[in-house]
């Protein structure tokens, strides 16, 4: 878990996987997806802490 000041919390999850294939992405995408919802997790975002920051600042948005 991650605490980014100015920007919100945020929960990473990675998972590795043995060998580039269509089926072995598409089924961690789906074993990290279902490990979001069993933690009620429902927003993705995939821009790094200081884009969210950056952009944050110049929309005037408040934290997550």
Do not use: H, M
Not at 45 to 55: G, K, T
């Amino acid at each position: 878990l991650d605490q980014v000041e100015e920007v919100g919390s945020f929960a990473e999850a990675e998972l590795l996987i043995p060998e580039d294939s269509d089926s072995a992405l598409a089924d961690a995408q789906n074993t990290i997806n279902g490990l979001a919802q069993k933690l009620g997790l429902s927003e993705s975002v995939r821009e790094s802490y200081l884009q969210l920051l950056l952009d944050s600042r110049e929309n005037g948005s408040s934290a997550r």
